[in-house]
């Protein structure tokens, strides 16, 4: 892979490239290494460049004022003139992804052999570029002596906020539906990885956008995320992450200007096996599903509910792959597949649910530990629990690490009761060779999405995304993330007869 240039991470805000207006940084560290990483792999950077920006009060106000300032302007231009910034924006992500990927494994741990998102983040931009045709409103005759439309119009500053587990993704899932459709945005990345959407920043500035039109911040949920939530000329607000957060950002918006609010937050999908399943296929599946980004996924099967006749042969066969196919490293090094957990908070927060996966009475049958000592990074076992109580933390929350547990089920009912015992709802799988089985199941979950001889991440490219229950609420897609961002507007003509 080629060296890059050394990135100083800044924000965007109105067109330049800033540092925080009070100067406030905060460092990002290799989870890998535990050495600093804001300025990659320079090895003696200045002082001043080992740091990223934190917004303050101020930048975030600034930032909301220069997307109101440019939204006439934005809208005013139309779509297809819009989308000639977009389709340039595509262009230089695919430019540097290989750049991106690094950023990202050095930030939160990512492999860079599994890192795709640069390219998805661009095919994103390059969907949306084309796809504003089909915002359209309606028209009727319907009332006599009147033509009736609808018009669909966006809402002028929207507030993207973004995780750290696949940051460019969804910078790309979000603003590109956003900008198309003729908003502004001001986006947050997260402190845990900040520096590859920093460098978007940049290829945003290249690109050409009109300043204030598209503003990128740097820095934790406090200030710059609360003055996003509570700010009254930001008017719809798109958020994934935590669902903890995502109760925190309804509650602003609710106590303030009751801004539109999109949310997409964690899970415990449960997947099923029946023992019709084609084992081999559920095996491989499952365990790819929880071992990717080291499990830091919101679709992850963390629980697995297999019927007992197949259960020693589904978890002995789970085990030995789960250990096989986990290839730890440096994640920049293309033989790695599994990093470590994205910083030192995430990798003591998965050690102490596994400990109380132990003292609940689960059986640990594979890992457990995890390897800082061993590794000087913060790397977690891939680790297996049987039959951990319903009830127990490990069982019930989400660990986001690369933890599963897997339990047992006699009957079809029993498992679709286990499968729902949860406030979470974003994915669910269900492994039967019974077609009539599949659909039932499929119907009786309480998920957002369901995988039928398949589960995540696999998603159907044109489907919609999002979760029930505390799992959040609206939906994503290539068809749906336009419509989050675009106000409906009804409007009744008198017609004079003649
Ligand atoms: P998080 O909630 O801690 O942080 C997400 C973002 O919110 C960050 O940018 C953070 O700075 C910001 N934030 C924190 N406090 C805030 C506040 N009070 N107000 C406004 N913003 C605030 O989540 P995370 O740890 O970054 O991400 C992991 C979580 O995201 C997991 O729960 C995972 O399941 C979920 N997730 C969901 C999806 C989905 O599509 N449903 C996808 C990926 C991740």
Redesign the pocket.
């Known amino acids: 892979m080629a060296e890059a240039t050394p990135l100083r991470p800044r924000m965007l805000i109105n067109g330049e490239l800033v540092e925080a207006s009070d100067g406030k940084t905060f460092t990002v560290y290799n989870p890998a290494t535990r050495d600093i990483s804001a300025q990659g792999k320079s090895p003696t950077p200045p002082e001043s460049l080992h740091t990223v920006p934190e917004a303050s009060a101020d930048d975030t106000n600034a930032a909301v004022a220069a997307a109101k300032a440019a939204f006439p302007a934005w809208e005013a231009m139309g779509p297809a003139k819009r989308a000639v910034y977009l389709k340039r924006l595509a262009a230089l992500l695919r430019e540097h992804k290989d750049e991106l990927a690094r950023l990202d494994a050095i930030a939160m741990g990512m492999p860079v052999s599994t890192h795709h998102f640069a390219e998805s983040c661009a095919r994103h931009f390059e969907y949306f570029a084309e796809a504003w045709a089909t915002v359209q409103g309606q028209a009727s005759v319907n009332t006599p002596g009147y033509v009736t439309m609808t018009l669909r119009q966006p809402y002028g500053v929207v507030a993207l906020?973004?995780?750290?587990?696949?940051p460019c993704h969804f910078l790309g899932t979000k603003s590109a539906p956003a900008l198309i459709t003729g908003n502004t945005v001001v986006l947050?990345?997260?402190?845990?990885a900040p520096l590859a959407v920093a460098r978007i920043a940049e290829l945003v500035k290249e690109a050409g956008f009109p300043p204030g039109v598209f503003n990128i911040l740097s820095g934790?949920?406090?200030p710059s995320?609360?003055i996003l939530?509570r700010h009254m000329d930001v008017r719809a607000l798109s958020f994934?992450?935590?669902?903890?957060?995502g109760k925190?950002?309804q509650e602003e918006a609710a106590r303030t200007n009751l801004k539109k609010v999109i949310l997409?937050?964690?899970?415990k999908s449960p997947a099923l096996i029946f023992e019709d399943a084609d084992l081999d296929k559920a095996v491989a599946q499952t365990q790819f599903s929880i071992q990717s980004n080291s499990g830091q996924v919101?679709m992850a099967n963390s629980r697995i509910y297999v019927q007992k006749s197949v259960a020693a042969q589904f978890v002995a066969a789970f085990k030995q792959q789960f250990a096989a196919n986990t290839r730890p490293g440096d994640p920049l090094d293309r033989a790695t597949n599994h990093g470590p957990q994205a910083d030192e908070t995430q990798y003591r927060t998965v050690l102490a649910y596994i400990e109380d996966g132990k003292a609940a009475g689960g059986t640990l049958a594979l890992g457990g530990h995890g390897q800082l000592e061993r590794t000087n990074g913060f790397f977690v076992e891939p680790t297996v629990f049987l039959d951990a109580p319903e009830t127990a933390r490990i069982t019930k929350e989400?660990v986001?690490g690369p933890v599963v547990v897997i339990n047992t089920f006699d009957t079809e009912a029993e498992a679709v009761a286990k499968a729902n015992d949860t406030e979470f709802g974003?994915y669910a799988a269900v492994y039967t060779r019974d077609v009539n089985r599949a659909m039932r199941v499929a119907r009786a979950l309480e998920s957002g999405y369901v995988g039928i001889n398949c589960t995540s991440p696999l998603t159907g490219h044109d489907l919609p995304?999002g979760?029930y229950k505390s799992?959040?609420q609206g939906r994503e897609g290539l068809l749906y993330s336009m419509n989050n961002f675009l106000e409906t507007k009804s409007v009744i003509m008198q017609i004079d007869e003649a």
């Open positions: 906020i973004i995780p750290w587990n696949v947050k990345s997260s402190e845990k934790h949920g406090l995320g609360q939530s994934t992450g935590s669902s903890r957060t925190l950002i997409e937050l964690g899970g919101c989400e986001f974003l995304f979760g799992s959040g």
